[in-house]
T-cell receptor
Framework: DAKTTQPNSMESNEEEPVHLPCNHS???????IHWYRQLPSQGPEYVIH???SNVNNRMASLAIAEDRKSSTLILHRATLRDAAVYYC???????????FGAGTRLTVKP | GAVVSQHPSRVICKSGTSVKIECRSL??????MFWYRQFPKKSLMLMAT?????????EQGVEKDKFLINHASLTLSTLTVTSAHPEDSSFYIC????????????FGPGTRLTVL
């Protein structure tokens, strides 16, 4: 499986935008970029995913580099409820299994 | 609302006993479900793939005789931790894809197992 690299932790102030980076230099042409987040003592929650083009949904935006070797999850206005561990995961378009890296622990300060 | 449920949410058992954890897809059928284990402050580790109507596929290093998986129906997979020991204490999470391919995967809320 292609590997992802994320910073261990990041901090943000409430109401400010947050940019969470992810490097995936060995991504293959069939890999989708998925982002999930996990709040304390809960199962992971889907955030967003994309293949080549930037994506927007009600939770976040996903910016994908032109060479697809990196991506950035953008939370437009962080709230205290966004404090979580954010995982960037590559998924082959043909397989369903998901393998988690260490993720980024986001702290949101009031 | 939740689309994948787990039961129980937490369980405490004595060393040597077996514990069964259920994972249900609530409004869709899942021919495949996945089981993960997560230790404190660590990431999720994929344990096995549960396949409806056939044997589960276990990840390297996961003992299939210790972690019994049964996928008896299209909406239910069970994980049984046999002869549990304190080192099996962990957060167990299941997931299921609504459809095959790169679509979103839905995770259960997790089961906290504590073995005394």
């Amino acid at each position: 499986d292609a590997k992802t690299t994320q910073p261990n932790s990041m901090e943000s102030n409430e109401e400010e935008p947050v940019h969470l980076p992810c490097n995936h230099s060995t991504i293959s042409g069939t890999d989708y970029i998925h982002w999930y987040r996990q709040l304390p003592s809960q199962g992971p929650e889907y955030v967003i995913h994309g293949l080549t083009s930037n994506v927007n949904n009600r939770m976040a935006s996903l910016a994908i580099a032109e060479d697809r070797k990196s991506s950035t999850l953008i939370l437009h206005r962080a709230t205290l409820r966004d404090a979580a561990v954010y995982y960037c995961i590559l998924r082959d378009g043909f397989n369903n299994d998901m393998r988690f890296g260490a993720g980024t622990r986001l702290t949101v300060k009031p | 609302g939740a689309v994948v449920s787990q039961h129980p949410s937490r369980v405490i058992c004595k060393s040597g006993t077996s514990v069964k954890i259920e994972c249900r897809s609530l409004d869709f059928q899942a021919t495949t479900m996945f089981w993960y284990r997560q230790f404190p402050k660590k990431s999720l580790m994929l344990m096995a793939t549960s396949n409806e109507g056939s044997k589960a596929t276990y990840e390297q290093g996961v003992e299939k005789d210790k972690f019994l998986i049964n996928h008896a129906s299209l909406t239910l997979s069970t994980l049984t931790v046999t002869s549990a020991h304190p080192e099996d204490s962990s957060f167990y999470i299941c997931s299921a894809p609504r459809e095959a391919g790169p679509d979103t995967q839905y995770f259960g809320p997790g089961t906290r197992l504590t073995v005394l």
